[in-house]
């Protein structure tokens, strides 16, 4: 049995390179930074959004200790205008337009100690209602410029499913912070999608054809067209797919007990993986898609386990809790959800390549998680009952961060 350390996300100690145990702002005083706002738009509302937008962005970093209080200037103006700290840096931006057309933002940013311009750029907007993505874009490019490590996350689209009402549920995609949402699937029962490819031009998503058959389904977002991919019986779902798009690990129970197949997308052909008579589901690639982890009940309870492909062996990868299960994975990394001893659900972190656990919340019912592009935070959903947010962890930085849904729940979500 693997020696297993839990390491909390509280833990003061560093490691060495290794996402399970590191934690790198950790007492680190971070450089303050003030937003001022240089726009006039006629949407006082929107202008408002905006700001929150980019103050929230920048605290979301975890780069800066930022300011959140509201401060106008003019785009040009004095640069310690009206300030009530003592930043290090200014971020000053002029956003316009409007959500019915096109929007433009110009920002830049100043040493607050002499107001030279260490950064400035312009970006546009063809469609005003994706405005947040405006925000996330500028902030991703001045803590990238600045030197700090990149926050590219931003700019990547949520996909997730939210339940309208019995039996019945839609499609949507949303910035990270669930300000910007649109609906691309709806009508019958639409469940956990899933991202086709990093670029995400598409996705895949399970529907039910008349009511009770199971169909994998590909939606390109470009067009609005879909195509029939996969029918199969009992629980039926894409689950993840492989670095270079050509294979689907998908859940099937042909003969009555969910197993993980291999679906390659050239051949349409599927091949089994897992063969065991009882439940294995939740298939993710790992360690550059030589290998598979999935949920099993071969102990009884849900519990998480790895086989390399082509080979019968199993693994088992946790040690602790009877309930794990809902994983994700990047590189080598695994991140699950696990039920407590008090009926309460946690997220957690390993790696195929040490002992380490990582528990990353603490309280509540955690579920879902799922990586970001570049591995370093982790989106999940934080069910309070009657309402849904989505969660975001930054994982080297120790911090957390969460946006309600105000409207449904969450069934499922990817990034």
Request: aromatic fraction near 12%; hydrophobic fraction near 35%; glycine fraction near 8%.
């Amino acid at each position: 049995m693997k020696k297993i350390f839990l390491i909390f996300s509280f833990c003061l100690a560093l490691f060495a390179d290794d996402a399970t145990t590191t934690i790198v702002n950790q007492g680190v005083s971070l450089p303050k930074i003030v937003v001022q706002d240089a726009s006039n738009l006629s949407d006082v509302n929107l202008q408002n959004q905006f700001f929150k937008l980019m103050v929230g962005d920048l605290k979301v970093g975890a780069t800066f200790e930022v300011d959140s209080s509201y401060y106008q200037s003019s785009y040009d103006g004095d640069y310690t205008t009206n300030l009530a700290s003592t930043p290090a840096l200014i971020v000053r931006y002029e956003v316009s337009g409007s959500k019915n057309s096109s929007m433009s933002l110009k920002t830049k940013v100043l040493n607050a100690t002499n107001g030279s311009v260490v950064y400035e750029s312009k970006f546009d907007m063809q469609d005003g209602n994706k405005f947040p993505f405006l925000a996330h874009r500028a902030v991703a490019e001045i803590v990238k410029s600045l030197g700090y490590s990149d926050v590219d996350w931003m700019n990547k689209m949520i996909l997730f499913s939210r339940y309208t009402s019995a039996k019945t549920s839609e499609i949507l995609i949303a910035d990270y912070t669930l300000t910007y949402q649109k609906s691309v699937v709806n009508g019958g029962l639409n469940i956990f999608p899933k991202w086709a490819g990093a670029a995400q031009e598409a996705f895949y998503y399970t529907t039910y054809i008349n009511g009770n058959i199971p169909t994998i389904y590909k939606y390109n977002l470009s067009n609005g067209g879909k195509s029939q991919i996969f029918t199969g019986r009992g629980m039926t779902i894409a689950s993840d797919v492989s670095l270079d798009g050509s294979k689907l690990l998908i859940t099937d129970a042909p003969e009555e007990q969910a197993d993980i197949f291999i679906y390659d997308m050239r051949s349409r052909s599927k091949t089994k993986v897992t063969n065991y008579p009882g439940i294995d589901v939740n298939g993710n690639f790992v360690d550059n898609d030589s290998r598979v982890v999935f949920v099993s009940d071969r102990l009884g309870y849900p519990n998480i386990f790895a086989q390399d492909i082509g080979s019968g062996n199993v693994e088992q990868m946790v040690f602790h809790g009877k309930n794990n299960n809902s994983i994700s994975t990047n590189g080598s990394y695994i991140v699950y959800s696990s039920r407590e001893s008090n009926g309460e659900f946690n997220i957690y972190m390993i790696s195929t390549q040490t002992d380490y656990i990582r528990q990353l919340t603490a309280g509540g019912k955690n579920m879902f998680p799922r990586f970001s592009s570049d591995g370093g935070s982790i989106i999940y959903i934080k069910d309070s009952g009657y309402q849904s947010a989505v969660g975001i962890i930054r994982v080297n930085e120790n911090r957390s961060f969460q946006f309600p849904l105000k409207i449904g729940k969450i069934q499922s979500l990817d990034w």
